[in-house]
């Protein structure tokens, strides 16, 4: 059965302190990692990592998969208030219907 | 934005009820998902779509039932509401092979 694991499961910080968020997995077949931020209402898309694309970047935001270790981390530095949420660690493995798991997420609150 | 639309965004209804949430998206894609969601919790499959005619049930056992008679529209139905069915109920797509999941705003569902 695919399982993912993420971890802390919550975490305070300050404004403008860096943050790393921990996923790791087991899963059939892997095909990607998927990375959404949860706000109050749907989770909304952040990465995308494949064997082809291990690390991408978005301004404050970045993830790095270990293909080895069967894990990824997501960055944050100079968090704002802005970035509390649930972020949601997803994987997915191959299958006609790319069956798609999420872990529990990281419930992350800034703090002025 | 999400092209993928829930209705209604919450419901509160009494126990022995038939209640449909609505799923429909714009993206003209062939896979659809249905998750259930509790406060904390992780994401869990109740119910897929490859596509039209095509539904199949999830790792979650769920007594809700659905439909794909149309690609855009993927309605689940629940013919005698229970206060264990209290969740959040969030609808996704999914195009291409290797595509990250749209959910939409999902449908928060209280049975009294």
């Known amino acids: 059965e695919d399982k993912v694991v993420q971890s802390p499961l919550s975490l305070v910080v300050h404004e403008g302190d860096t943050v790393t968020l921990n996923c790791s997995y087991e899963?059939?077949?892997?095909?990607?990692l998927l990375w959404y931020k949860q706000e109050k209402k749907a989770p909304t898309f952040l990465f995308m990592l494949?064997?082809?694309?291990i690390e991408k970047k978005s301004g404050r935001l970045s993830s790095i998969l270990d293909k080895k270790e069967l894990s990824s981390i997501l960055n944050i530095t100079a968090t704002q208030t802005g970035d509390s949420a649930i972020y949601l660690c997803?994987?997915?493995?191959?299958?006609?219907?790319?069956?798609?798991?999420f872990g529990t997420g990281t419930k992350l609150q800034v703090i002025p | 934005e999400a092209d993928i639309y829930q209705t209604p965004r919450y419901l509160v209804i009494g126990t022995g009820k038939k209640i449909t949430l609505e799923c429909s998206q714009t993206?003209?894609?062939?896979?659809m998902y249905w998750y259930q969601q509790d406060p904390g919790m992780e994401l869990h499959l109740i119910h897929y779509?490859?596509?039209?005619?095509?539904?199949e049930k999830g790792d979650l056992s769920s007594e809700s039932t659905v439909s794909r008679i149309r690609t855009e529209h993927f309605p689940l139905t629940l013919e005698s509401a229970r206060p264990s069915h209290t969740s959040q109920y969030l609808c996704?797509?999914?195009?291409?092979?290797?595509?990250?999941?749209?959910f939409g705003n999902g449908t928060r569902l209280t049975v009294t």
């Open positions: 993206m003209g894609h062939d896979k």
């Open positions: 899963v059939t077949n892997f095909r990607s």
């Open positions: 997803a994987v997915s493995g191959t299958g006609g219907y790319q069956k798609v798991t």
């Open positions: 494949t064997s082809s694309g």
């Open positions: 996704a797509s999914r195009g291409v092979v290797n595509s990250p999941l749209h």
């Open positions: 779509s490859y596509g039209v005619n095509s539904t």
